[in-house]
Protein backbone atom coordinates (compact mmCIF):
# COMPACT_ATOMS: atom_id res chain seq x y z
CA UNK A 1 0.00 0.00 0.00
CA UNK A 2 0.98 3.31 -0.74
CA UNK A 3 -0.52 6.40 1.33
CA UNK A 4 -2.70 8.59 -1.20
CA UNK A 5 -0.78 11.65 -2.63
CA UNK A 6 -0.80 14.49 -4.57
CA UNK A 7 0.06 11.74 -6.91
CA UNK A 8 4.42 12.56 -7.06
CA UNK A 9 4.95 16.00 -4.95
CA UNK A 10 4.71 14.22 -1.55
CA UNK A 11 7.12 12.25 0.22
CA UNK A 12 7.13 9.29 2.39
CA UNK A 13 8.32 8.24 5.55
CA UNK A 14 11.80 6.58 5.43
CA UNK A 15 10.40 4.55 8.61
CA UNK A 16 7.32 3.04 6.30
CA UNK A 17 9.83 2.54 3.27
CA UNK A 18 12.54 0.89 5.77
CA UNK A 19 9.70 -1.23 7.25
CA UNK A 20 8.18 -2.43 3.66
CA UNK A 21 11.29 -3.44 2.38
CA UNK A 22 12.44 -6.87 3.29
CA UNK A 23 8.32 -7.84 2.10
CA UNK A 24 9.15 -5.43 -0.90
CA UNK A 25 11.84 -7.88 -1.84
CA UNK A 26 10.31 -11.23 -1.28
CA UNK A 27 7.33 -10.42 -2.94
CA UNK A 28 8.62 -8.67 -6.49
CA UNK A 29 8.48 -11.20 -9.00
CA UNK A 30 11.82 -12.60 -10.79
CA UNK A 31 9.98 -13.47 -13.80
CA UNK A 32 10.98 -10.80 -15.64
CA UNK A 33 14.72 -10.72 -15.05
CA UNK A 34 15.33 -13.44 -18.06
CA UNK A 35 13.59 -11.94 -20.60
CA UNK A 36 15.19 -8.68 -19.52
CA UNK A 37 19.13 -9.77 -19.13
CA UNK A 38 18.19 -10.81 -22.98
CA UNK A 39 17.21 -7.77 -24.46
CA UNK A 40 20.08 -5.98 -22.43
CA UNK A 41 22.84 -7.91 -23.88
CA UNK A 42 21.41 -7.14 -27.24
CA UNK A 43 23.33 -3.63 -26.39
CA UNK A 44 26.06 -4.87 -28.61
CA UNK A 45 29.50 -7.06 -27.58
CA UNK A 46 29.91 -7.30 -23.89
CA UNK A 47 33.40 -5.44 -24.30
CA UNK A 48 32.28 -2.64 -26.65
CA UNK A 49 29.40 -1.93 -24.94
CA UNK A 50 28.62 1.28 -22.44
CA UNK A 51 27.78 0.44 -18.77
CA UNK A 52 24.12 -0.01 -18.04
CA UNK A 53 22.36 3.10 -17.80
CA UNK A 54 19.04 3.07 -15.43
CA UNK A 55 16.68 5.35 -14.82
CA UNK A 56 14.87 4.83 -11.35
CA UNK A 57 11.77 6.83 -10.77
CA UNK A 58 10.35 7.57 -7.17
CA UNK A 59 13.42 6.06 -6.24
CA UNK A 60 12.83 6.44 -1.88
CA UNK A 61 15.28 4.94 0.28
CA UNK A 62 16.48 3.15 -2.97
CA UNK A 63 15.35 -0.40 -2.37
CA UNK A 64 14.44 -1.05 -6.06
CA UNK A 65 18.15 -0.43 -6.37
CA UNK A 66 19.08 -2.48 -4.09
CA UNK A 67 17.17 -5.24 -5.24
CA UNK A 68 18.05 -4.93 -8.88
CA UNK A 69 21.52 -4.45 -9.61
CA UNK A 70 23.20 -7.11 -7.76
CA UNK A 71 20.92 -9.00 -10.26
CA UNK A 72 22.45 -7.50 -13.50
CA UNK A 73 25.42 -8.51 -15.07
CA UNK A 74 27.79 -5.98 -16.42
CA UNK A 75 28.65 -2.19 -15.48
CA UNK A 76 25.61 0.13 -14.46
CA UNK A 77 25.18 3.68 -14.39
CA UNK A 78 22.19 4.54 -12.37
CA UNK A 79 19.98 7.44 -11.82
CA UNK A 80 18.11 7.95 -9.24
CA UNK A 81 14.87 10.42 -9.14
CA UNK A 82 12.87 11.76 -6.38
CA UNK A 83 11.66 14.88 -5.24
CA UNK A 84 12.77 14.23 -1.74
CA UNK A 85 16.41 15.58 -1.10
CA UNK A 86 16.74 13.46 2.41
CA UNK A 87 15.43 10.52 0.79
CA UNK A 88 18.19 10.50 -2.28
CA UNK A 89 20.83 10.89 0.35
CA UNK A 90 19.95 7.56 2.07
CA UNK A 91 19.32 6.00 -1.47
CA UNK A 92 22.69 7.52 -2.50
CA UNK A 93 24.29 6.13 0.08
CA UNK A 94 23.26 3.08 0.36
CA UNK A 95 23.07 1.34 -3.55
CA UNK A 96 25.35 -1.81 -4.20
CA UNK A 97 28.81 -1.47 -5.46
CA UNK A 98 28.59 -3.98 -7.53
CA UNK A 99 26.23 -6.12 -9.78
CA UNK A 100 25.83 -10.04 -10.14
CA UNK A 101 28.80 -10.70 -11.87
CA UNK A 102 31.26 -8.31 -9.76
CA UNK A 103 31.38 -5.58 -12.49
CA UNK A 104 31.05 -1.66 -11.09
CA UNK A 105 27.48 -0.17 -10.00
CA UNK A 106 27.70 3.51 -9.34
CA UNK A 107 24.53 6.17 -8.99
CA UNK A 108 24.03 9.51 -9.21
CA UNK A 109 20.40 11.21 -7.77
CA UNK A 110 18.28 13.75 -9.21
CA UNK A 111 15.80 16.05 -7.41
CA UNK A 112 12.99 16.04 -9.72
CA UNK A 113 9.34 16.19 -10.16
CA UNK A 114 8.70 12.88 -11.78
CA UNK A 115 5.81 14.77 -14.27
CA UNK A 116 8.94 17.32 -15.75
CA UNK A 117 10.16 13.97 -17.29
CA UNK A 118 10.45 13.28 -21.12
CA UNK A 119 12.26 11.36 -23.60
CA UNK A 120 14.60 13.71 -23.76
CA UNK A 121 15.94 12.95 -20.40
CA UNK A 122 15.92 8.99 -20.64
CA UNK A 123 17.66 9.49 -24.26
CA UNK A 124 20.21 7.83 -23.45
CA UNK A 125 18.57 4.93 -20.85
CA UNK A 126 18.57 1.52 -21.41
CA UNK A 127 15.69 0.76 -18.56
CA UNK A 128 13.47 2.99 -16.80
CA UNK A 129 12.12 1.18 -13.54
CA UNK A 130 10.35 2.20 -10.67
CA UNK A 131 8.38 0.33 -7.31
CA UNK A 132 5.18 0.84 -6.06
CA UNK A 133 4.61 3.84 -8.52
CA UNK A 134 2.59 3.46 -10.71
CA UNK A 135 -0.76 3.66 -8.54
CA UNK A 136 -0.11 6.90 -7.80
CA UNK A 137 -0.32 7.95 -10.98
CA UNK A 138 -2.71 10.16 -13.41
CA UNK A 139 -3.92 8.67 -16.62
CA UNK A 140 -1.98 11.97 -18.34
CA UNK A 141 0.98 11.27 -16.02
CA UNK A 142 1.52 7.35 -17.39
CA UNK A 143 0.66 8.05 -20.97
CA UNK A 144 3.10 10.70 -20.35
CA UNK A 145 5.67 8.59 -19.33
CA UNK A 146 5.16 5.59 -21.72
CA UNK A 147 5.74 8.43 -24.58
CA UNK A 148 9.05 9.21 -22.64
CA UNK A 149 10.21 5.61 -22.43
CA UNK A 150 9.16 4.64 -25.77
CA UNK A 151 10.06 7.95 -27.47
CA UNK A 152 14.10 7.11 -25.79
CA UNK A 153 13.37 3.15 -26.90
CA UNK A 154 14.32 1.85 -24.15
CA UNK A 155 12.61 -0.41 -21.40
CA UNK A 156 10.79 -0.84 -18.69
CA UNK A 157 10.60 -2.67 -15.33
CA UNK A 158 7.83 -1.30 -12.63
CA UNK A 159 7.13 -3.49 -9.71
CA UNK A 160 4.69 -3.94 -6.82
CA UNK A 161 2.03 -2.29 -8.46
CA UNK A 162 -1.21 -2.64 -6.20
CA UNK A 163 -4.42 -4.59 -8.25
CA UNK A 164 -7.25 -3.95 -5.55
CA UNK A 165 -7.21 -7.28 -4.76
CA UNK A 166 -6.78 -7.95 -0.72
CA UNK A 167 -7.05 -11.37 1.30
CA UNK A 168 -7.49 -11.18 5.04
CA UNK A 169 -7.00 -14.32 7.30
CA UNK A 170 -9.26 -14.90 9.00
CA UNK A 171 -11.71 -12.95 6.99
CA UNK A 172 -13.98 -10.18 8.04
CA UNK A 173 -17.98 -9.54 7.28
CA UNK A 174 -16.54 -6.20 6.34
CA UNK A 175 -13.42 -6.89 4.57
CA UNK A 176 -14.93 -6.14 1.52
CA UNK A 177 -16.57 -2.59 1.77
CA UNK A 178 -12.81 -1.71 3.32
CA UNK A 179 -11.54 -3.12 0.22
CA UNK A 180 -14.17 -1.00 -2.01
CA UNK A 181 -13.72 2.06 0.03
CA UNK A 182 -9.46 1.99 0.46
CA UNK A 183 -9.54 1.35 -3.97
CA UNK A 184 -11.91 4.65 -4.35
CA UNK A 185 -9.15 6.55 -2.29
CA UNK A 186 -6.43 5.34 -4.17
CA UNK A 187 -8.40 6.57 -7.13
CA UNK A 188 -8.90 9.87 -5.65
CA UNK A 189 -7.64 13.29 -7.08
CA UNK A 190 -7.46 11.60 -10.27
CA UNK A 191 -5.10 8.53 -9.26
CA UNK A 192 -5.57 5.53 -11.31
CA UNK A 193 -4.86 3.07 -8.14
CA UNK A 194 -5.24 -0.47 -9.10
CA UNK A 195 -5.99 0.36 -12.90
CA UNK A 196 -2.58 1.54 -13.65
CA UNK A 197 -1.16 -1.63 -14.84
CA UNK A 198 -4.10 -2.25 -17.52
CA UNK A 199 -3.71 1.59 -18.64
CA UNK A 200 0.22 1.39 -18.73
CA UNK A 201 0.16 -2.12 -20.57
CA UNK A 202 -2.55 -1.11 -22.97
CA UNK A 203 -0.35 2.22 -23.87
CA UNK A 204 3.11 0.53 -24.22
CA UNK A 205 1.31 -2.06 -27.05
CA UNK A 206 -0.42 0.47 -28.77
CA UNK A 207 3.78 1.39 -29.34
CA UNK A 208 4.54 -2.47 -30.58
CA UNK A 209 5.92 -2.78 -27.05
CA UNK A 210 6.19 -6.41 -25.89
CA UNK A 211 4.40 -6.75 -22.26
CA UNK A 212 4.20 -9.15 -20.11
CA UNK A 213 2.45 -8.95 -16.42
CA UNK A 214 3.94 -10.85 -13.45
CA UNK A 215 2.37 -11.70 -10.28
CA UNK A 216 4.34 -10.39 -6.89
CA UNK A 217 2.05 -10.61 -3.84
CA UNK A 218 3.05 -9.09 -0.52
CA UNK A 219 2.44 -11.91 2.00
CA UNK A 220 1.91 -9.87 5.42
CA UNK A 221 2.05 -13.45 7.93
CA UNK A 222 1.63 -13.48 11.78
CA UNK A 223 5.30 -13.07 12.23
CA UNK A 224 5.51 -9.59 10.41
CA UNK A 225 3.08 -7.39 13.48
CA UNK A 226 5.03 -3.68 12.98
CA UNK A 227 4.79 -4.03 9.07
CA UNK A 228 1.33 -5.53 9.30
CA UNK A 229 -0.35 -2.95 12.02
CA UNK A 230 1.23 -0.26 9.50
CA UNK A 231 -0.36 -1.45 6.80
CA UNK A 232 -3.81 -1.58 8.11
CA UNK A 233 -4.47 1.21 10.12
CA UNK A 234 -2.92 2.94 7.20
CA UNK A 235 -5.51 1.38 4.79
CA UNK A 236 -8.62 1.31 7.41
CA UNK A 237 -8.01 4.91 7.79
CA UNK A 238 -8.16 5.78 4.06
CA UNK A 239 -11.26 4.07 3.83
CA UNK A 240 -13.26 5.71 6.43
CA UNK A 241 -11.53 9.09 5.54
CA UNK A 242 -13.32 8.26 1.83
CA UNK A 243 -16.49 6.06 2.94
CA UNK A 244 -17.03 6.27 6.81
CA UNK A 245 -20.35 4.86 6.39
CA UNK A 246 -18.77 1.64 4.83
CA UNK A 247 -16.43 1.13 7.59
CA UNK A 248 -17.74 -0.27 10.92
CA UNK A 249 -16.90 1.53 14.10
CA UNK A 250 -15.30 -1.57 15.89
CA UNK A 251 -13.09 -2.62 12.64
CA UNK A 252 -9.61 -1.27 12.78
CA UNK A 253 -10.11 -1.94 16.36
CA UNK A 254 -10.57 -5.64 16.12
CA UNK A 255 -8.39 -6.52 13.33
CA UNK A 256 -5.37 -4.80 15.30
CA UNK A 257 -5.78 -6.98 18.28
CA UNK A 258 -5.84 -9.89 16.42
CA UNK A 259 -2.50 -8.59 14.49
CA UNK A 260 -1.00 -7.95 17.67
CA UNK A 261 -2.11 -11.26 18.73
CA UNK A 262 -0.20 -13.29 16.04
CA UNK A 263 -3.59 -14.37 14.68
CA UNK A 264 -3.86 -12.15 10.78
CA UNK A 265 -2.60 -12.45 8.12
CA UNK A 266 -2.56 -10.78 4.70
CA UNK A 267 -1.86 -11.20 0.99
CA UNK A 268 -1.76 -8.08 -0.80
CA UNK A 269 -1.85 -8.89 -4.56
CA UNK A 270 0.49 -6.89 -7.03
CA UNK A 271 1.64 -6.84 -10.31
CA UNK A 272 5.16 -6.15 -11.58
CA UNK A 273 5.84 -4.70 -15.54
CA UNK A 274 7.93 -5.43 -18.03
CA UNK A 275 7.91 -3.64 -21.20
CA UNK A 276 10.46 -4.09 -24.03
CA UNK A 277 10.76 -2.31 -27.35
CA UNK A 278 9.89 -3.98 -30.36
CA UNK A 279 12.47 -6.56 -32.17
CA UNK A 280 14.50 -4.90 -34.45
CA UNK A 281 15.10 -6.59 -37.75
CA UNK A 282 17.68 -8.61 -36.41
CA UNK A 283 15.04 -10.08 -33.60
CA UNK A 284 16.41 -8.37 -31.00
Known amino acids: ?14 EWLSLREEADAEARSTAPLD ?46 YDLDSNLLDLAGAS ?16 RRDLRSLTARDLAEVDLVTGSALLDLLSFDEVAALVRAVTGAGGAALFTLS ?7 FPSDPADAAVNSAFNDHQRRRGALGPDAVVVM ?26 LTL ?17 VPGDY ?18 HTDLLALPPRGPEGR
Open 95 to 110: MPVAGADGSEVGARMY
Open 35 to 80: PLRVHLTGRGPRTDRPPLRIADLGCGTGSQGRWLAPRLHGPQSWSL
Open 252 to 269: LHRRLAQCERGELGAVVH
Open 201 to 226: TELFERSGYRVSASPSPWRLCPERVP
Open 230 to 246: AWLSGRVEAAVEMRPER
Open 162 to 168: VTGRVEL
Open 1 to 14: MNPPSDHLSSTFAP
